[in-house]
């Protein structure tokens, strides 16, 4: 079965510092993946999908196929990106997402 | 657009009780899955309901069941709570074209606790 693992709970970061949230995945074939956000006291939301190689707030994430890793990544923090991430996988042609249990981004001001 | 409207936000239920949680999707989406989400853990896919039927199942026992109206809305109908069925249930909207899902939306879920 799949299986997301995000190995840090939480993760703080000076504001302009560089950020890296660690992603591996266990799937022996292509599956889909995502970086879904959480900031405070808001619904969980989608930042951005392998397949759309998008930018979204200045945060990117390479699907490396060889270490099964989509790690997300930004070169200089914000204090608004302090949030709640979470990597998810999904198989083409099948409907279940399957979560990492999530890592809380905190940016020193 | 509200998005994803759950209701009710909270909900306390005795053990052994019955619980049912709602869900009314995004316009334009016809899709809608459930997830639950126990303290600390990232969301565990329940099922997903398209046209009516449940389409897919996680690994969850029969106590859990949903049903979908022609309106695209859901429910998610626990039975015989446990306490351990205490958790955050989310609802997920979608919009399908043949195989192809543009992708959730989340709502902001109903807060389960079984005592």
């Known amino acids: 079965a799949q299986r997301v693992t995000q190995p840090e709970k939480l993760l703080s970061v000076f504001k302009g510092a560089p950020v890296e949230l660690k992603c591996n995945y266990s799937?022996?074939?292509?599956?889909?993946l995502f970086w879904y956000v959480q900031y405070s006291r808001q619904r969980l939301q989608l930042l951005l999908r392998?397949?759309s190689r998008e930018s979204i707030k200045g945060f990117t994430a390479d699907l490396n196929k060889g270490e099964t890793s989509f790690h997300l990544k930004k070169p200089f923090a914000q204090e608004e990106d302090s949030a709640m991430y979470y990597c998810?996988?999904?198989?083409?042609?099948?409907?279940?997402?399957?979560f990492g249990t999530g890592t809380r981004l905190t940016i020193i001001p | 657009d509200a998005g994803v409207t759950q209701s009710p936000t909270h909900l306390i239920k005795t053990r052994g009780q019955q619980v049912t949680l709602r869900c009314s999707p995004k316009?334009?989406?016809?899709?809608v899955s459930w997830y639950q989400q126990a303290l600390g853990q990232g969301p565990q896919f329940i099922f997903q309901?398209?046209?009516?039927?449940?389409?897919q199942r996680g690994n969850f026992p029969d106590r859990f069941s949903g049903h979908q109206f022609p309106n695209y809305s859901s429910e998610l109908n626990v039975n015989a709570l446990l306490l351990g069925d205490s958790a955050l249930y989310l609802c997920?909207?979608?919009?399908?074209?043949?195989?192809?899902?543009?992708?959730?939306?989340f709502g902001s879920g109903t807060r389960l606790t079984v005592v």
């Open positions: 997920a909207s979608s919009r399908q074209g043949g195989s192809k899902n543009y992708g959730y939306t």
């Open positions: 799937y022996s074939g292509s599956p889909e």
């Open positions: 392998h397949i």
């Open positions: 998810a996988l999904k198989l083409f042609g099948n409907e279940k997402l399957t």
């Open positions: 316009s334009g989406h016809d899709t």
């Open positions: 309901y398209y046209e009516e039927e449940e389409r």
